[in-house]
Structure formats: C-alpha cells, structure tokens
C-alpha cells in the first residue's frame, strides 16, 4: 500500500491481526504543539515535529527500569491516554523538600506529592525515615514512585513483587534490615507512602510496564488450548484495554478540540495550551477503487514540559475484506473544525 501524507506531521502505518485472524492496516499521525508560559497566547505548531516511537524506550536497564516512551503503533486504544515525561521543579527555582505536581486537561486533571530523596534509619524507638533533602529538580517516574521487588535474604528465589509498579522504591514486606534502604519520592498529593508493608498507589505520570498490574489482566489467557487452537491469534478474552499505556486514573474520553491543557511544576515555568481543533482525515483506496474514510482518534496526548511541547497521536484501522493487498493507497490530510482559532487538534469513526 502506498502511503501520501498531505500534512506537515510524520505519519506510518503497521499491520495487525484482529482477534478473530483479519488483517488489519493500523495508521498513526502524530502532531506537536508548542506549549506557552502565557495563557491567552494562541498554540502553534512546533517548529520540529517530534518522530514516532518505533519501539519501546526504557532506562539504562529495561529489565529494571520503567518504560520511558511506550511504542506509538497500538492496534486500538478505547480511550485517551495522557502522558507526561518530565520531572518535577521547585517554583523560582528555590530548594524545597516537597511540593505538588499537577496537569489538567479539560475537565480531567491528575495531581500528586513530591518528597526529596529520604532512607530508613534505625532508631532507639524502632526505624525511622530520614530528613527529605532540598531539591530544586527531581525525577519523578515510576522508578521513584512506592514499589518495587524485595528479595528474600533467606531465598534467592523467592522475592516480593509490588504488583502494579515492580520498579519503584519503599515495598520491602521482607527485608528486615532497611538501614540505608530509600523511601518512595511521590506519593498521592497530601499523604505520604511510608509503610514497607503498605499497598500505596504509585504515582507518576509515565506509562505502565506491559507485565504489571492492573494492565496485564486485559492482556488474556494464554494456555494450552490458546497454543493449540488459536495461535498466533490474541486470545478471545482478550481486551483492548491492555493497549492503553497510562494509569486507569491518567485515561480520558476522545479529546474534541478546544480543551485547555495547564501543567503545574513540571517546568520552571506555568505551562499552558489547549488541544486543538484538528481532525485527521485518512482516505483508503482499494485497487477495486472503493475508497473508505475514517477520523483518525486522537487517542494518546504526550507531554514533554521540559521542551514546552504537548504530542497528540492520532489513529485509525481498517480490517481488510479478504487481506492486504487488496488495498492501493492511503491519503492523509487535516481538516480544521469549526470555532478552530489556530494551526493546530480531535476518533476510530466512519
């Protein structure tokens, strides 16, 4: 299939199999806007569009640190993720111990606590957290965030596993020696998450890992009768929730357009922006020369804060009759929506 993109915005496409074995042609348009510092100040395009990921991007080490950037290629995601990579900045740049971070977008917004880097301590009275230290930048990604794996000293094969965030800090049910051992640096906003034995949320803004939980349980069973009767085929109770990257409580309806978008202590600065009012517009060709139209979903907002640029990643599908190559082309083009006030924004439709 031959791909015309007729927007200034990278644009690919990949092939999938739906659940019942039909192909499918999956086809993401990603659009960056510039942030700004000022509200009231019309978004724009960025000058450089930001690639799509081709691939999953994790830290130093992918078998223990958290994704960085998941994959732009998902077949189907049923609702909006809003995702943010960046790290938490004390106002005016003065040292502090602990503050909030926060974003909205819409109606929706998520906010949580920041703490400076602290470890057990043993005391008279028992163990106790040491003093946070002043920060004035801090990372605040799920490597940060309360979890974590805790070996068991006794056992080298057993360890404790916090089930929705296996990377983070301060989950230690087993280890009874936590002199030196750190304590999660975010927290849900007004509490804290001090308890080795406690089953705190994590928080961060950044997408989930693929194995944890609560996103594994959409990804089905694979058992015998899946090996038998249905690879390579997802399995029948599979659910495409699973392809949603972000927390359940960081997971939006469809954006329309025109939602403002405010980031708070993310950047050394206020960010704020709005969504704006843009459909992608895909047109597939078959080599019959039926052509079928579909509104692209604007299904994943990514913000990068310390770049002062939001991405919004559009997608569609199209399940092929009989397979793939009965399709010619595929043209990509943009169309604003009514009340749009600016160049750049808002579905699986048609």
């Known amino acids: 299939m031959r791909l015309e993109n007729a927007t200034p915005y990278p644009a690919n496409f990949t092939l999938a199999f739906d659940k019942a074995g039909h192909e499918q042609i999956i086809l993401v348009t990603k659009v960056t806007i510039a942030l700004q510092t000022e509200p009231g100040v019309p978004s724009l395009l960025a000058s450089a569009q930001e690639p799509l990921f081709d691939a999953d991007l994790f830290g130093a080490d992918p078998a223990t640190d958290a994704t ?6 998902a077949a189907f995601k049923p609702l909006c993720d809003v995702l943010c990579h960046g790290r938490a900045h004390a106002p005016g740049g003065q040292p502090v111990t602990e503050l909030g ?35 004035v930048v801090q ?5 940060q965030a309360y979890g974590g794996t805790d070996p068991d000293p006794s056992d080298p094969a057993r360890a404790a596993t916090h089930g929705p965030n296996p990377v983070g800090l301060g989950h230690y049910p087993l280890l ?5 051992a750190p304590l999660a640096q975010t927290s849900e906003f007004g509490a804290d998450a001090i ?5 705190f949320p994590p928080m961060a803004f950044g997408p989930l890992g693929r194995s944890w939980l609560p996103r594994r349980l959409y990804a089905g069973t694979y058992d015998d009768p899946w090996m ?3 690879l390579p085929f997802l399995p029948q109770d599979f659910d495409d929730h699973y392809f949603q990257a972000a927390a359940p409580d960081q997971q939006i ?6 939602e403002p978008v405010e980031l708070v202590n993310l950047a050394p600065q206020r960010l704020v922006g709005e969504v704006p009012r843009l459909q992608i517009v895909v047109l597939f060709e078959r080599k019959s020369g039926r052509v079928t139209q579909r509104i692209a979903n604007l299904d994943t907002i990514l913000l990068l804060p310390e770049q002062a640029l939001m991405c ?18 595929a043209v990509i083009s943009e169309r604003m929506l009514e009340g749009a006030r600016h160049h750049p924004a808002g579905g699986d439709h048609g």
């Open 68 to 73: 960085i950037f998941e994959n732009d290629f």
């Open 101 to 135: 971070v926060g974003i909205r977008v819409g109606g929706w917004s998520k906010r949580f606590g920041v703490h400076g880097s602290r470890i057990w301590l043993k005391a008279a009275s028992g163990w106790q957290a040491s003093g946070k230290r002043p920060f």
């Open 139 to 143: 990372d605040i990604g799920y490597d």
């Open 176 to 180: 009874a020696d936590r002199e030196g």
């Open 195 to 199: 308890d080795p034995l406690g089953n």
């Open 228 to 230: 038998e009767y249905r």
């Open 253 to 258: 309806p469809y954006p329309v357009g025109g």
């Open 312 to 329: 919004l990643t559009y997608r569609t599908r199209i399940t092929a009759e009989r397979d793939l190559f009965e399709f010619a082309r």
